[in-house]
């Protein structure tokens, strides 16, 4: 794998010490424009959850794909993939909770759970902490309601501090309007259920990180229908509406009887008015603006 870009935790190295496998490493920024790349290319989404495809090429130029293959829907990214594609932090209250989820992600090759904390705050220091080491993480699972303090408060701190890194899963047994609408107002990426199939939070850790929406069926029901100030055009926001149930620009295009060159720039031009520069980031923020 010399000489080639394998994933946010290559693109995480200090870029001035040489990376033990041989890939150069090009700090955040890289990690960044991977997630900007998927705005085509996707297959279409299965199953209940309404999150992206099953192929995660951008995650690995293309080479190692994530593929659903004979081996099962938590399958290897790749026998040769030498360090995880993606890095996770855990955040959840319950112990036994924190356990069950880092078994399951180490069946999982391509993602390594780095980190977990049992309160919103300390959620915040360990991401902290983690930034300062030159290992951010890439997808922070976060729980709602902790004693220690609550996930809403720390996703805003987080939003606060970088609007983009690390994605932000909420994972919890709530599913009232309130909690949903919360959750992605305050700058979350995605929402799930607790009582998720394995395979689909780990299609969704790896679809956040690769720029694209993950949303419990429940929870897109929430927020779908809501309306506010338009500054999107309709077409765009069908669009949008399309990709935010998990559909791709071929999905949109054929629903819409339009060619996927024109989803596409449907797409680019609510970027640019939204301000952000990828699917995820666009649908979060067209909710946040009652434009979903």
């Known amino acids: ?21 041989g890939v150069d490493a090009r700090g955040t920024d890289a990690r960044r424009a991977v997630a900007s790349g998927a705005v085509e290319g996707e297959a ?40 995880p594609l993606v890095r996770v932090v855990i955040v959840d209250d319950h112990p036994v909770v924190r356990d069950g989820l880092r078994g399951m992600f180490d069946a999982v090759d391509g993602i390594e759970v780095v980190g977990e ?45 970088d609007r983009v890194w690390p994605r932000i899963l909420v994972l919890t047994t709530y599913d009232t309007d309130r909690d949903i609408r919360a959750s992605m107002e305050a700058g979350a990426d995605g929402y799930l259920l607790k009582d998720a199939r394995r395979a689909d939070l780990a299609r969704a850790v790896l ?23 338009v500054d999107l055009t309709p077409r765009e926001i069908e669009v949008l509406s399309v990709i935010a149930a998990g559909g791709t620009n071929r999905t949109a295009a054929e629903r819409l009887l339009v060619s996927e060159a024109t989803v596409k ?28």
């Open 117 to 161: 904390a049992a309160s919103g705050p300390e959620s915040l220091a360990l991401v902290a902490q983690l930034t300062s080491a030159g290992t951010p993480p890439d997808v922070v699972l976060m729980d709602l309601r902790m004693p220690g303090g609550d996930g809403i408060a720390a996703i805003r701190a987080l939003r606060g501090t």
């Open 1 to 21: 794998m010399s000489g080639r870009d394998v994933g946010p935790a290559a693109r995480r190295s200090d870029p001035n010490r040489p990376d033990p496998s």
């Open 44 to 83: 279409d989404a299965s199953g209940a959850l309404a999150s992206g495809a099953d192929a995660h090429g951008a995650l690995a130029n293309g080479a190692d794909a994530h593929r659903h293959g004979s081996s099962g829907p938590l399958a290897s990214v790749g026998a040769a993939q030498a360090e």
């Open 207 to 229: 679809d956040l990180c690769a720029g694209r929406p993950a949303l419990a069926p429940g929870a897109l029901a929430a927020l779908l229908g809501r309306r506010g100030e």
């Open 265 to 292: 720039t449907h797409l680019l031009h609510a970027y640019a008015k939204l301000g952000v520069s990828d699917r995820a980031a666009a649908v979060r923020v067209a909710y946040e603006r009652g434009l979903l």
